[in-house]
């Protein structure tokens, strides 16, 4: 992901984002789905193939993931497989190329 041009400038990060939008409702209906979800989330993360998740939105409106793979295929793979897409608590899922010109590391808390 990145690197420097032949100028020496730094070229962009790229990933795949996989946005999500959820049901009106996900906050009641995702109990008991919700374990399996954030397990499946975590494989992901651990593989190193999923680098930054999180819902967004109070109440949530839906989710953002950012992939380090080459292959759209493999985040496809990543929707088929979740416990909240196979119950329809996710109403429509939008994968794009994100090219990142601006980042740090997050925190990693106290």
């Known amino acids: 992901m990145g690197g420097s041009d032949k100028a020496g400038a730094r070229s962009p990060l ?7 939008e959820y049901v009106p409702d996900i906050v009641e209906r995702r109990a008991p789905y919700r374990e399996a979800h954030l397990a499946h ?9 999923l680098a930054i998740a999180g819902a967004f939105g109070d109440p949530p409106a839906g989710a953002l993931f950012a992939f380090d793979v080459e292959d ?17 608590l996710v109403t429509s899922h ?10 740090r590391p997050l925190d990693e808390g106290p």
């Open 14 to 20: 790229r990933c795949l984002l996989l946005a999500y």
């Open 41 to 49: 989330v975590a494989a992901w993360h651990d593989r190193g193939e």
């Open 72 to 88: 759209r295929a493999r985040v496809e793979e990543f929707v088929a497989a979740d416990p909240y897409v196979v119950v329809g």
């Open 94 to 103: 939008r994968i794009e190329p994100w090219a990142i010109v601006a980042h």
